[in-house]
């Protein structure tokens, strides 16, 4: 960003402004930076979002979105049960020690 970017002025609960500056630092970047980012989220999500009146969130995905979360779903289901095997290899090796 430039000076000669467009500014405005945004007034904040003291609560929210130290919010922000937390997040911001967690994440490494100033407190203009971290605004915009919120900003660009906020508007890339527009419609994707919604809730409904008992409060149900719902989140409309792209195809594209959806299959690499239909892969990270398959990808975390691969890994549970290869962990689940591994416990049971355990237990069949500590079994097998007390024997």
């Known amino acids: 960003m430039t000076k000669r970017d467009p500014q405005i002025n ?3 609960p003291q609560e929210l402004k130290e919010k922000l500056h937390q ?3 967690k994440n490494k970047r ?3 930076a971290e605004v915009i980012a919120a900003i ?3 508007i890339h999500l527009d419609g994707q979002v ?5 409060g149900k969130i719902e989140i409309r995905l792209s195809k594209e979105e959806s299959k ?3 892969k990270q779903i398959e990808t975390l289901k ?4 290869a962990e689940e095997k591994i416990d049971q290899l355990f237990t069949a090796l500590n079994q097998a020690k007390k024997a």
Request: no cysteine; net charge negative; aromatic share 0%.
């Open 50 to 54: 919604t809730q409904d009146a008992e």
């Open 30 to 32: 100033s407190a203009n």
């Open 40 to 42: 660009e989220l906020a």
């Open 68 to 70: 690499i979360l239909e």
């Open 78 to 81: 691969q890994i549970k049960a």
């Open 23 to 25: 997040l911001a630092e």
């Open 10 to 12: 945004v007034r904040l």
